[in-house]
């Protein structure tokens, strides 16, 4: 305790007047020198046992910080009665919590780092190593016409790389949340006609009916691009389960507390095992055939990332059913 300076120099201070005031009073009666002597050593006693308790429970707080910077799993905080050190202790114990929050946080997003990586890894490696095998095949082979389409083979496998990078690295920076979102008001029926402009082909090589039934009054307040492509991988993910002849049926639910959109299909349906897992990343059902289970994935995280919910069942009569909705 002496070896802090502000306790030396206050019982320097107190000392020197102590010793002036005894000697004045001895000077005026032996009595009052007496009393005055006794009055400083009761008072100097009470200062040194006072200071000697708060510089105790300091050290104690001290040796709480210490184990807190070693990571020990539990830290014990004592309790302390009201008083600048028990807001100090209060603060600490806040500090305590929210450092092993942030530790915890930490922890999860080290392993779903690790996990992510792998599961990239691992969905890059079919395509890689068939693409090693088409152009292996490519070097010697003789036939100009079995070449063009080894060729082609590797282009759709390289273009097959190139959107799952792309999609990844989409669904990365939604959850990193670098992407600056520029929601304003935009009517449903032309943000799925745009949704589904690239799919048109496609559908009309499988003759598979898009009905759309939008009031032309509906709208959202959402990114319109971003939007969009979360509509199309639904859509997408609709046509590919729905058998040539179908039909992939978008309807709107107006009202005063939400808009809600609901894309039917009518193909099979789901798994009642898969419903859980149908939004997880990399998470691939009965059905999916070459699909990377990403593209679920990326459409919940721009319609969360607005605001809104997305949801998915199965139809009584039969059929996919995902439902969108954003409340007024």
Known sequence: MLRSKE???????????????????????PLAGLLALAFAAAVGVLFWRFTAARYARLAELAEEIDRLLHEEDRLFVADAEEGELAVLQSQLAKMTLRLREQNDALKREKVYLADSLADIAHQLRTPL?????????????????????????????????????????????????????????VPLAALVDTAAEPLRIPLELHTIALDVQIPPTAAWQVDRLWLAEALRNILKNCMEHTPDGGCVTVKCDDNPLFTALTIHDSGPGFDEAELPHLFDRFYRGKGSGTGYGIGLALAQSIITRQGGTITAKNAPEGGAVFVVQFEK
């Open 7 to 29: 306790v030396r120099r206050f019982a320097a201070v107190f000392g020197v007047v102590s010793l002036v005031f005894v000697v004045i009073a001895f000077c005026i009666a």
């Open 129 to 185: 190593t068939s693409v090693n095998l088409v152009f292996t095949l490519l070097k010697d082979e003789p036939d100009p016409a079995r070449r063009r389409e080894l060729l082609r083979e590797g282009t759709a496998l390289l273009a097959q790389m190139d959107w799952l990078l792309t999609t990844l690295l989409k669904i990365s920076r939604l959850d990193a949340g670098v992407i600056a979102l520029q929601c304003e008001p």
